[in-house]
Structure formats: C-alpha cells, structure tokens
C-alpha cells in the first residue's frame, strides 16, 4: 500500500493560478507515473470541477464531510486518466465551514500523494486546510502584495510546525515584476518552478484540458513537469528537441 502524502496548495491571496497550478502540477506527477488524487478544498469558491470539466458531480467535499462518506465513493477521474474530488459548487454549502480534524479524517482512505487546492488567504478554511496537510507549497505571483500574503501564510505555516516545500511562482514575466531573488529574499523559502505568464492557460480551462496535456512541451509545461520529479526525488530530463516543440505548439 503505497504511503499517504497530504500536500496543501495554498496562497495569500485570489487571482494567482492557485488551481490552475494544483491541476498541472497533479496532472504532471499522474503522466510520471506517480498514484495522485486532487481534492478541492476551496469549498466556497470552486474551480477545480471547471478545469477539469464536471460542472454537475454526484456528490461534492461538503455533502460527503457532512455524510461521512468515504472519499473513494466520490471519485471522478478526467479524460487524462487523473483523478479528482470536486467540491459542490451549488449555493447550498456556501456557508460550510471545514473542520480540520474531520477533512483529516475524511482524507485517510486516499492512500497515495494528495493535492489539496485550498482557499486563498488565511480564512478558517484555509487555516483548516493547512492544519490538515503535511506539507505546504505557496502559490505567488511577482508582485509584492501578492508576496507579502504569502509570506504571511509561510508564517502560519511554521507556527503549526507545517514543512514549507517551497512557492511556486506563477504567472511569471520580465516586465514589472520582482525577480526569484527577491521573492525567496522576502519570504525565506525557495522558489520551486518558475512558470511563465502563458496565453493558453484560458485556452486550456476553455477545452478542460489541463496545459500539461495540452501543450506538454511549452515553458509552463515543462515547468510543473520539473517539479512533479523533484518533489518525488526524481530527475526530469525534457525531450529531445522539446524547445523546438514547444515553439511549434505555440502556433497551433
């Protein structure tokens, strides 16, 4: 039986690609060969079902916590073979709250690495999602509000004695913006990926094809593909050509 890993995807603040992130990065370690499960914790505010294309599943987070139902019963799997927990994104569950202990307990059956997308911010729910992983990767983008709320969720972190792998740093771009050193100066942690600013994430969500599957040779791509081996202890070593791939992809 392979070894449950609860990782928590989280930010400081909304807008930054949190899930968009969740999905590739999941889709990426589920193509390397690697058992994973997404889960959507962003319980109020939902995306993950959008991305990957199941507006209207039999049962979400919220109802299965309330019902003490196994996850396993809930699960749906994408076209690309990965597998995902929706949350309901129905108006009914708008003011449930999640429960550490209880989001802990519900997740016990899912032995394998799980990627929990969580809320933005540090609102009870986040802080729900946080207490009930075993490690954190932060989402930023290179702006300073948006470091500077993800500095404040690196702190929360710590004080629950919660491993920080490290940020992913999306959505990056040479104009405006502060570099990798700045942000690992800011907030004390490493810059795992660096993903650049990418036209076809709209495209992507657009066909509910994550990017990896989409464009799996562009920059972003190889990005999340990078760091699906590197938090499994792996080397990834891109396809021949790949750069010239990639560039072929961006015209189709």
């Known amino acids: ?15 930054v690609g949190k899930t968009t992130c969740t999905v590739n990065l999941g889709l990426a370690m589920h193509l390397f060969g690697k058992d994973v499960m997404l889960v959507d914790t962003d319980i109020t505010n939902a995306n993950l079902c959008m991305h990957l294309g199941n507006y209207s599943p039999p049962a979400g987070v919220q109802k299965a916590l309330g019902d003490n139902t196994s996850p396993l019963d809930i699960v749906c ?4 073979g990965l597998n995902f927990i929706p949350a309901d994104i129905s108006m009914d569950f ?35 999602v946080i207490k009930s992983s075993d490690e ?6 290179p702006e300073m509000p948006s470091v500077i709320d993800s500095l404040k969720v690196i702190k929360f972190a710590k004080m629950l004695e919660k491993p920080v792998l490290g940020l992913i740093l999306n959505r990056n771009n040479r104009y405006f913006s502060l570099t990798k050193e700045n942000i690992e ?9 660096l ?3 990418d036209r076809d994430v709209k495209k992507s969500i657009f066909l509910k094809q994550p ?29 021949g050509i ?11």
């Not at 392979?2 to 400081?12: H, L």
Request: charged content about 20%.
């Open 94 to 128: 708008i003011d449930t709250e999640l429960q550490a202990t209880k989001l802990r307990r519900f997740l016990r059956d899912i032995h394998c690495t799980v990627l929990l997308d969580g809320p933005p911010s540090l609102e009870n729910n986040a802080q729900a």
């Open 136 to 141: 954190i990767l932060v989402v930023t983008n």
């Open 77 to 80: 799997t994408h076209p690309t």
């Open 195 to 197: 993903v650049p600013e």
């Open 1 to 15: 039986m392979q070894q449950q890993r609860i990782i928590g995807i989280v930010s400081g603040k909304g807008g």
């Open 185 to 193: 100066q800011v907030c004390g942690e490493k810059v795992l990926a």
């Open 211 to 239: 990017l990896v599957a989409l464009k799996p040779y562009s920059a972003t791509s190889i990005a999340f593909r990078k760091l699906a081996a590197e938090l499994h202890g792996e080397t990834f070593r891109p396809p």
């Open 242 to 252: 790949s750069f010239l791939r990639g560039l072929l992809e961006r015209f189709s």
